[in-house]
């Protein structure tokens, strides 16, 4: 039996939710990933350090007393973020990063910046303290194409603040465009990005297949095949710049399943085993580990793990659902057939 044994990989671009629907996702991103940095968007969103620090300590509650997964936190970048809270978070030693979202552009994004100058004195301070800015990176203007969006984001607004701001470390969260991958492959060493198992695997014909798929429904929205070709293209090219983060976004299945349903792909199930698949198909499994094990910790300054993980080329059938608190969740590649499996 083919094996594929890899320094145990960390995730970093993780929605793990908040209470009961938490503990259910949770166990999925912990048998398979060292660390993970876990999104800051719950309602209300973590935007202090105080809220960082009391979601880390709900995360560790609800892991396995076993586990040796760590939570890597997040601020939610608002209008309203000082100074002070941005010195906070640098001298905590648990926030990783600082996460922007432009005010509307996805899910829970209501407190989200209303415009990028507003929040100029945090960014500086940032780049200062040497704390990364993690990037939604889409235009929310209704006239601009929901398949232009990043795009034009790229143009309007990260263009300008890599000039503004040369020394902060940037990471354009889940590129989905061969202008993202461009991008970023040209800018300095401090600009990375992070690429989810399901925009390598699905282009945008999956949202569509004999009748509209709300569980292919995230966003950034699914892209044409030839902005695909270049994300693998990206991911299995050796380039540290780009690295795994899965954007696993657990949604309940009925606000999936909804006249107007929520952005959002579960992977977290199956992720590194996702990840596995698209690398094999490319003829790159032997770039595996250092997309997932490697570029992400060197680029955020911490060390490589030290633990081992095994997948086995051995088939297996995804559940056709998994609970998610009260509540059930439909996963990627539901009632399918994966090649590969972690051996647990
Ligand atoms: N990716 C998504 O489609 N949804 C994410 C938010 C995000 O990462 O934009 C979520 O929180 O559900
Ligand atoms: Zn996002
Ligand atoms: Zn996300």
Redesign the pocket.
């Known amino acids: 039996m083919q094996e594929l044994n890899l320094i145990c990989p960390d995730d970093w671009?993780l929605?793990l939710r908040d209470g009961a629907n938490m503990a259910s996702v949770l166990p999925d991103s912990a048998r398979r990933f060292g660390r993970a940095i876990v999104?800051p968007?719950l309602k209300p969103p973590v935007t202090t350090v105080d809220l960082a620090a009391a979601y880390r300590d709900r995360i560790v509650a609800a892991l396995e007393p076993s586990s040796a997964f760590q939570p890597l936190m997040t601020l939610y970048l608002t209008d309203n973020t000082t100074v002070s809270e941005i010195e906070k978070a640098k001298s905590s030693g648990f926030v990783q990063a600082v996460k922007y979202?432009p005010a509307g552009?996805?899910?829970?994004?209501e407190n989200g910046v209303t415009d990028l100058k507003r929040v100029y004195n945090v960014l500086e301070a940032m780049e200062k303290m040497d704390l990364p800015l993690l990037l939604?990176g889409e235009v929310t203007d209704p006239d601009i194409d929901i398949f232009d969006r990043e795009a034009v984001f790229i143009e309007r607004h990260l263009l300008p603040l890599t000039r503004n701001f040369p020394g902060l470390r940037m990471v354009l969260?889940?590129i989905t465009t061969r202008t993202a991958t461009q991008f970023v492959a040209d800018a300095g060493k401090q600009i990375a990005a992070t690429i989810t198992a399901h925009h390598l695997l699905l282009n945008r014909n999956a949202l569509f297949v004999g009748g509209v798929r709300p569980h292919h429904?995230?966003?950034?929205i699914l892209k044409r095949e030839t902005h695909r070709q270049a994300l693998i293209q990206a991911a299995t090219s050796g380039n540290p710049k780009y690295f795994l983060g899965t954007?696993s976004?657990?949604?309940p299945r009925q606000d999936k399943e909804s006249a107007c349903g929520?952005?959002?792909?579960y992977t977290a199930h199956a992720a590194i085993e996702l990840y596995a698949e698209v690398f094999e198909a490319a003829g790159a499994l032997d770039r595996l580990e250092a997309f997932a094990s490697f570029h992400g910790p060197d680029f955020y300054q911490l060390p490589r793990n030290q633990g081992h993980i095994t997948l086995e080329k051995r088939s297996w059938t995804v559940p056709e659902s998994y609970p998610c608190g009260v509540d059930t969740l439909i996963p990627l590649r539901t009632g399918e057939e994966l090649s590969w499996k972690l051996r647990e």
């Open positions: 671009h929605h999104m968007n979202y552009a996805t899910t829970h994004s939604h969260e889940h429904y995230c966003l950034p954007d976004a657990p949604h929520c952005a959002g792909i």
